[in-house]
């Protein structure tokens, strides 16, 4: 009997959806030993049917709708996984917590250049939660998948192991570790914007200057980035050592790196940081788990926003 | 004490040699080596300072000094 599948979509781009597409000939092997059952993305379904084995589900809870649907998907599926940094830790959709509710229906409807132009907010759309979620906040996940979106050469290797049930030992480390930079003490360290000249190719991005969360990032992604020449943005989520200790958080961690690297003061430091929400927690401002931690800035800078 | 490093994961940033108050470890040739480990008391801040997680003390786990909320555990196991 083959494996049922499921991709639900919440508050996200359907990205991680593609990425599954992006098996390529993968696929074939995939649907030899299971049926795609639901994924309002790639296929004509309105619901998803009763008797899932495996569901992946793509995206943050932001509103009732969401909420609703993974609260379905997770009563019809064996297996629930996240996929993808939205589930995970909220993700891109997390940032929309830095605006109060109006500002961003205002935006959307009004503002936008490609609205209609009589500017009549709807009323019908399903009401905001009070805040934004990642799916683990609010129901049972069974596996986890980071990555925006999860790239195409570590699913190639978990969606045919769960698939067929089998283990699967993947590194657990950060992206750089996968990095191949020379990393070492600087001088004279100033913090670039990433528009400011163009990184050497030899030499650490954060070392340079520039603004790379690497050290604090899951390695998931084979350092793609840094490699290119581009800092981290930290699309992965947080490193499983920070997700871990209740003292560490991907800002206060970067600070003292920084501070390490570069013999700085970290009060020096912080004065030269810049939008913390934007820089160092776009993927995990809407994660509770990544909130609670007592170090964490994102209760702050949500409440200093929001308002 | 015994101490792992992944000399592919090891970035030779230094900063375990800077950061360990026991003075455990030496650079050579770019990659950090335990040379000292019979000094090492456990405080694991090279794992903290570690931006590849190139390094492990067998048997000793950083979370074991602090309370981790149940959900982090919950998270942790199932993060593939």
Redesign the interface.
Known sequence: MSVKIAIEELAGCSGCTIAVLDLHEVLLDVVDKAEIVYSPVIMDVKEPPEGIDIAFVTGAVRNAENQERLEKIRRRAKTLVALGTCACYGGISGLSMLHPNDEIFSYVYREAETVKPDGVIPTDVPPFLYRAFAVGDLTKIDYYITGCPPKEIYLKQIIPALVSGDKLELSRKSVCADCDRKMGPVDNWRLKRRYEGVPDREHCLLGQGYLCLGSVTFGRCAAACPKNNVPCHGCNGPSLDILREPCRDIYSMMVRRIADLTGKPEKEVEKELYDIAHTMYPFTIGSLIMEDKEVSKIRDLVKERSR | MEIHV?K??C?????CV??CPMHVYELQN?VSVAVRPNNCMGCLSC???C????LEHRGIY??KR????I??CE??K???
């Open positions: 992944d592919d994961a970035v030779g940033c230094g900063l800077k950061d770019n794992h903290e300072i931006p590849a997680q190139a950083a979370a602090h309370y981790i909320d959900h982090v998270m942790l199932k993060v593939i």
